[in-house]
């Protein structure tokens, strides 16, 4: 059964309004859709009868810039992104002051990394980027099974290491980090890089929001956990002037991002 499919039949089933996500997950469980992780805004789910995962998240302006960027300006690097992303209404018990929607993304499954490329991308992938954006003609020091390797530049690591693909790895890196501002941080780190069966490195989430870790953990924050004084809570879908009662703001539009500043981007087909 689709994440999506799944949605729609529960809409208007009363019996899930009290659920909140702790709980909706061990539903899931039973439908054998396993959650196979979670970050601060977002979670991940996955079936053994899928060929994709669905990442559903709350306000993360950080990932919904970077989605969009990579929708526009493909790369063997990106994750592929087969539907998404959409604003889907909540239906389960909530904080009042959480949003009224929350976004899904239908993507590739992705693997983590071994613990070889792990270890090695962790202590180098920055100081090979550092060293090839600024051709830098001198000798690079990376370090490989826990000792430091001398190198006359940073081209002679990429023959040595011709099967992690660095040249077009450290271009997509340097691409991401032109995109950050005074809101927008990078967040480049392994924990944010998977790869394919195919061995592909494959970047997942390189942005943050600093606005975004002002608050709390939103729509997935364990009803345990709340503090109902101060933050009441409601369950089901919003009703119509719920919305203006809570003084919650919608999510906003994102608008692709394109390195071609000429071109005019194309409609997004979702879902």
Do not use: C
Not at 42 to 56: A, D, Q, T
Not at 177 to 200: A, K, Q, S
Not at 249 to 254: C, Y
């Amino acid at each position: 059964m689709k994440l999506k499919q799944l949605h729609e039949q529960l809409q208007g089933v009363k019996k899930f309004h009290n659920m909140n996500w702790q709980q909706f997950e061990q539903f899931l469980k039973s439908q054998n859709i396993q959650l196979i992780g979670s970050g601060m805004f977002g979670k991940v789910f996955y079936s053994p009868s899928w060929n994709y995962v669905i990442k559903v998240f709350d306000k993360d302006d950080g990932y919904l810039k970077f989605v969009n960027f990579a929708l526009e300006n493909p790369s063997r690097h990106f994750p592929k992104f087969m539907k998404g992303p959409r604003n889907l209404p909540q239906f389960l018990t909530r904080l009042s002051s959480s949003n009224e929607r929350f976004t899904v993304v239908k993507m590739e499954k992705l693997n983590k990394l071994t613990k070889e490329i792990h270890e090695f991308l962790g202590y180098n992938l920055r100081t090979l980027a550092d060293h090839y954006t600024n051709n830098v003609e001198t000798p690079v020091e990376i370090i490989v099974d826990s000792q430091v390797v001398k190198f006359k530049h940073t081209t002679d690591v990429f023959l040595k290491y011709k099967q992690y693909n660095l040249p077009s790895l450290i271009k997509v890196y340097n691409q991401l980090n032109i995109l950050t501002d005074e809101h927008i941080r990078n967040d480049l780190h392994v924990g944010n890089i998977m790869m394919r069966d195919d061995g592909t490195i494959v970047i997942t989430d390189p942005f943050y929001d600093i606005r975004d870790l002002r608050r709390d953990e939103g729509m997935f924050k364990a009803l345990y956990q709340l503090d109902v004084a101060k933050d009441s809570l409601i369950s089901g879908p919003a009703r119509p002037n719920q919305q203006t009662q809570m003084n919650l703001t919608p999510i906003p539009k994102q608008e692709p991002v394109s390195l071609n500043r000429n071109r005019v981007p194309k409609p997004m087909k979702i879902f």
